[in-house]
Every structure is written in C-alpha cells, then in structure tokens.
C-alpha cells in the first residue's frame, strides 16, 4: 500500500458527498452539504445536544426493533451482573445497563473533528450471558448528521463528516435493525420540532466484533500447521547441525574414532588429496550430489547457519556499498508515512491534523512519501543490471534464461505468499480491539478480496487485476508486482545494452519516451491534479464517471518503470567502472557538481509541491509535467549519490550509507515490507480510544512500528526466506545447474561464517 492513494481513500471517506438514494425513504429531494466556516453557534449546538442524546435515544428505540433484536435487548434489563469495585467490593447493575454504558459517548472537540466515538470495547465484551440464548456484539454504526433549514426545507449536511458510534448490542441485532432504528429515531426528533436527522451511511460502514474468541476457519488452522511444521524442521535442523559439529569438533580429537565420511566433504567444496596433485576438483557423481543434497536440506533451516548470516556484516569487494543504506532508509520512509495514514483514522482532533500540518515544509516528505517506493525500484535496476552483467561476463556473454526466471520465482513467491496466507487467515487472532475484525475478521471487506483475488498476488499481476486499486488483496504489494513486470522484460534491455551498447540505450530511451507519453496522457485526459490530497482536503473529489488516478497511474508500470531504467542505466556504468579521469582537483569540482544537482533534483520533487499548499493553484501542463517526470528526476538524483558514492567522492555521506549495521537491516528489508502493515493493522486494530495528534505522539508511533516490523522481518528471515533459499540452493547443486552470482554471494558468506567459527572453536 502506499501513502498517497491510502490517506487520499480517508479523506475522501471523510469528506464525500452523501448520495441522495439514501434520505429517498423520507422524501428528501435534495441534499447540500454547508461549508464548515457557516456553521453558527446554533446549529453546533444542535449536533452536539442531537450527539449526545443519541446513546439514549437508541437505548429506547431498540426495544421497538423487530425479531429477536428487539426482544432480546429487552430480555437483558431483565437480569442483572455483578461487578467488581476495589478488592471484593461488589454492586449488582442490570445488563442492559452495562451494554448502554459501553456504549460511544462524545467528548470534546466536535469542532477538531472528534466525530469517532468508540465507547468501551472491554466492558461490552464482559457483559454476561451466561443464561440467555443470546450473545453481545461490540459494534460501529457510520452515519451523518443532516439538519433541515426551517425557511427553505433544503437538508443540508452542516458537518461534512462521517460520525462514528459504538454501541453494544446483541448479535440478533443486523444493520437493517439499527437503520430501522435510526429512522424511528428520526420521526421522534421530527414531531419534536428538531431539524436533526441521523442517516446511516450503508452496510459497509456496520462493522462488529463478537464476544468470545474468533473461530479459526480451515486456511487458519492450515497456517497454524504449516508456521509449526517451520519450527519443528528448524529444531530438527539445528540440532543436527550441532550434532555434526560435535563430531566433527569434539569426537574426531579422540583417537580411534572413525572420521565423518569425505562425501560431507565434497558437499563443502573442499579437495581430497589426489584431487589437489591433479590441480583440479574432481565432479561429483549423481549418488553423492543427492546425498549432499540430503545434507544441504537438513542442515538449511538451521538457527546455526541463518542467524549468522542474516546478522553477517561482510560485503564482498565489489558490492555498491552505498545502497544498503539506502534501501533501509527508503523502508523507515515507507513505515513513516503509512504510519501517519494509518493512525489518522484514530485521531481526537484530525482538523488540527489536516489543516496544519500538511502544509508545513518539513512534512513534504511525508505527504510525498510514495518516492521512498520509487527508491526500492531504482535500487531493483541497479542490482538486477549490475549482477545480471556480472553472470553474463562469467557465462561469455550468455545470458542464463532459466535460472533467471526460476531463481526469481522461488526467490520471492514462497516467503511472499507465506506472508499473504498469514495476514489473510492469522493476523485476526494476533489481537483483540475495535477494529482488527473488522479490518480481517472473516466476513471483513479484506478477508473477502482475499478470498477472490490471493491468486492474482500469486501470478504478480493484482496491478491489473482487480481492475479497482483499493480491491487488491494485501494492497501494498501492487509493488512487488510492478518489480516483478519490470524483472521479466529487462532481458530486452539489458541483452542488447551488453552486446550493442547503443542499441541498448535506443531501447531504454524508447520505453521511457513511451512511459513519459502514457503517463502524461493520462493525467491530461483524466485532469488528475499532482497534488492529489490537497484537492481532497478542500473538497474536491474526482468525477464518478473517472477511475481514480491510483488504478490508472499509481499502480500502472508503465507509469512506474523510469527510475528503473535510470537503475539499469546505472548498473551498466557500475559494472564497466566508468568514472571520470580528470585531475584530482577537477574530479573534485565534478563531483562537487554532481552533489549540487542531486540535491537540487531531489528537493525539487519531494518539496516542488509546497507552493500548492498556499495558494499557488497548478496548471493543467504543470500537474502533467509533475507525473510525467517527478519519478524519472528522482530516479537520476538517487543514481548521481550512488555514482558519487561509489566512485569514492561520497564523503562522510557515503561513509554513513556504507556502515556495516546497514547490512543485515537490508537483508530484511524484503520482509519488513511485507510485514509492516501487518504490524500496523494489528496496532491500529488494538485501539481502545482515539488519541490526540502531536507531533511526538507520531514519532513515537513510526519507531514502535519501524522495530516491530523488521523484528517480525528477522524471525520470517531465520524461519521462512533463508531456509527456502537454502533449499533452493540444494536443488541447483542437486541437478548441477550453476548458480547466479546473488546465491554464490550467499554461499560464499555462508563458508566464511563457517571457516571462522571453525576457527574460533579450534
């Protein structure tokens, strides 16, 4: 998921305008919403007292309520519960007393936006029913306040919010039972003379949690199965490696003890004797590559191997130093801003919010945060062409088309949809709270794309298809999606910029022309506006008959592949060590040079949309010159730092990118993208109570989610990713298919880890 698209889908949820089809039941013919600036003290008033007395007037409308929900709210004034005080204090209180008391109250702060009413989650779950054939429901009703002007007969919505109240009913209790409830409400407040109308915003906006614990569906007992088959194969595995080493370390000193057989050897890649007078190693037969496979796979879950080198700080002499920094930090970018997306759903006060804090300068970063994707693609391009060009030199030119693909494949999917099962069918049971059912509870919106759409994640094109962005399952990952497209038609890049150095840059040049005149197409003939949550938070929303601009450009890669092949472009320099030979002095005003325009570009789109905020309203050709080319320009200044940097011109700035704690926090940065709304929907799931913006309020939140999310990304790494990777090494050596440079990198580390700690024993 990204920052854009998500708070855009808020705020528009915050501010829409209310369809007319629902007030039709009342004979309203039309609806208009009044700007928050006309409201007078009377009718602010008015809401509020309508507000507060609401709890009460739903008290006594639901013993009207039809069927079972109407009897059996009756049925619980009829019964009391005891309940604790201080020590073994106790009072009695009717439970129909406690459900109303559980029920959302407003406070302060109606004219902040304090429109969320949550009441109390736990005291609705404790309420006793032991001796009913009925259980409670903690519930949210969405619904607006619409008020009549006495003079015209016009109904307006004078507050443009969507209002949030909790109520604690029993579970016989549907949407159409509390909409009907509502309605009865409404005629009582009109033979009252009231101008007040409470009208509930859909099905969709009804949302409840059930007492008890949730059931655990088949595909949750299937996880549960499969996370213990991880841990046993990982104990199992661990111990035998432990086993070996106590063999090989302890009982091979002993005289007279039988040595371990030399085929374990063979599978280490160490010569015999004979093998070292011929000055060659000798090929292995089929028998021994499947016993070492054997032993490859029992030792590939192993705690002893993974954890060092998830943990291992090395880099071999040709690694680009640099973009480990830069990958962490473009994930603490991503866990940043969709922290603020998220937690703005739970906010006491999101005017103070939306009114202020958008337009300061030090928060271009964050409203623009969707660049921090854009850094994750560059960085794809620079490795994929930097080691692709590598293998292609060790293969004489030849381009390894099957253990491109395949080793891609496996690479990604099985950790990938281990992760998407887990947030489907577990992530509902890693909590209790307000909201974390609703979110994926299983009869939850996101359960239900899940269930129809998981295996477009599988196939890496949930980008397309849903056709609608917000209805992908596990939505974020229309990146990984993207990467996967730009991963499978580089080969027609990066062959011909091998072989043909000009044909190559006419190709890269003719798909980013393309990408430029699709995307500028498109945001011109849709009128998209660059700085899309301003126009939200004034008011303006897009036309109904117009797909919104995040399934039209944000998810597309077409309109996502430029700082990509900027990447690509990069690899190649990398990989032929171009760099500039001028004199020390001048190679120092060149460089120098190349900082100035980095920075230029880059604060020119990360903070090119400030002037928006006060009152500089864009042009048509200014918002399509922004989408055509903000991506491509932050492509170039990442590719200038990492040109710099690895050049030896990066300074203290290339030292801080290139520190060794960079290392194993890059190698999880896979996972914690995964993850990290994972962590975040839990967090935001658990609340009990809106919290009130500040700025220290958010920092506090962004670290507890960064750490959450690459600690869950370290355990997914021990148990899950660097086992299978493991295991997919096995079945290469196994069948004698060479393995890409990434893998060997990874074996190499592997041997080093394990001559040290050889070492380190003896």
Partial sequence: MNMSPFLSCLLVHLIMYYPLAVLSQQNIDKIKFSSMKNLDHISTLEVAEAINDLPGYLHVALKQAPGGCGS???????????????????????????????????????????????????????????????????????????????????????????????????????????????????KELYLANSPVVFIASGPDSFTCTPQGTVPYTTGAKLMIAICCLFVLLVIISTGYDLLLWYIQNVLNRRPGFLKPLNILKIGKGELSETDALLGHKRKSTFSERLFIFYHDAMIGFSLYKTVPTVLSTRQPPSAITSINGMRVISMFWVILSHTFAFDAQGFTNPFDLFSSFPGRFSSQAIMNGYFSVDSFFFLSGVLLAYLTFREMGRRNGKFPFIPYYVHRFLRLTPTYMFVLFFLWHITVHLGTGTNLLSIFGPDSVGAKVCHKYWWTNLLYINNFYPVKFGDQCMGWTWYLANDMQFFVISPLLLIPLYMWFPVGVAAIGVVLLGSFGVTGFIAGYYDYPANTLYKTLIGQTDRPDFPDESTEIYGKPYCRISPYLVGILLGYILYNKYRFTFRRNMNWLIHLSLWALAAILGVTVVYGLYPSWHGHELSTAENVTYYMFSRFVWGLCLAIVVFVCHNGYGGVINRFLSMPFWVPLSRMTFNAYLVHEIILFVMYGEFRSTTYYTDIIMVVYTIAAVVLAFGAAGVICVFVEFPLSNLESAVFKLFGAPLRESTRRVEQEKQIQAVNDSTVKN
């Fill in 72 to 186: 059996n709210w009756t049925a619980l004034s009829k019964v009391t519960q005891r309940l604790k005080i201080i020590g073994n204090s106790t009072f009695d209180v009717s439970r129909q007393a406690v459900a109303i008391d559980s029920f959302g109250k407003p406070g302060a702060g109606l004219l902040r936006g304090h429109t969320n009413y949550l009441g109390s989650f736990d005291e609705c779950m404790q309420v006793e029913t032991k001796s009913l054939d009925f259980s409670m429901n903690y519930c949210k009703l969405g619904f607006f306040v619409v008020m009549k002007n006495q003079s015209t007969g016009n109904y307006t919505v004078p507050f443009p919010l969507q209002f949030s109240e909790a109520l604690c009913v029993p579970a016989t209790c549907s949407f159409d039972n509390i909409n009907d409830t509502l309605y009865s409400i409404d």
